[in-house]
């Protein structure tokens, strides 16, 4: 992966910049069992964080979604990282998996689970909760809607909160999946299921 937009120093943050580079380097996503490099060697942060830098309001709402989703959100952990890398796999975005995937393999995610979801399919799950919610993951990242069959699916077994949750999760990654793209040079041909 190219990056096209230089890595943003803390020693070169605006005010506003490093009140975002803060609540991202120091967050929750920077500690647990759920954590992973935010930042490089030399302190710039990492994926599509970066480019936040360069807009720190519209950096810090975004960033503050993707703390509701992954912390506050009432999806299982399970179905939330799973559904997050179907989002990448739709996207093909190389980043996301790299995060993600050790989170999912600590929630007891198998690599056979991960290789279908990386391929742009469905494993075979039993548990109802992330088979729906995955299927309604892949369903949103490629059409951006539910059949009128899969909505009453998903809110049955989902319930109405989770399911915007989900579509929430599905918009956001999404969102930082083309800023990857452009901003970090993640090219479209890595991923599976354009």
Not at 131 to 143: D, G, I, S
Not at 164 to 184: K, S, W
Request: hydrophobic share 45%; net charge negative.
């Amino acid at each position: 992966m190219s990056t096209r937009l230089a890595g943003i120093v803390p020693a070169n943050l605006t005010k506003k910049q490093a009140e975002l580079y803060d609540a991202i380097a120091g967050g929750p996503r920077s500690v647990g069992p759920q954590a992973f490099p935010l930042v490089d060697d030399q302190g710039v942060l990492r994926g599509p964080f970066n480019a936040m830098l360069l807009s720190p309001p519209m950096g810090l709402a975004l960033q503050a979604v993707g703390v509701a989703i992954r912390y506050r959100s009432v999806l299982s952990p399970r179905a939330r990282e799973m559904a997050i890398l179907a989002v990448a796999s739709h996207w093909g975005s190389a980043f996301e998996p790299e995060a993600h995937e050790p989170v999912a393999r600590a929630l007891g995610v198998t690599e056979a689970e991960l290789r279908a979801i990386h391929e742009g399919n469905e494993p075979e799950l039993t548990d109802p909760e992330e088979r729906t919610a995955l299927r309604a993951a892949f369903a949103l990242a490629r059409t951006g809607n539910l059949s009128d069959s899969a909505y009453r699916e998903a809110v049955a077994v989902l319930g109405e909160r989770a399911l915007f949750d989900l579509t929430t999760l599905v918009g956001y990654y999404a969102t930082l999946a083309m800023q990857l793209r452009v901003f970090a040079g993640e090219s479209p041909e890595c991923g599976v299921a354009q």
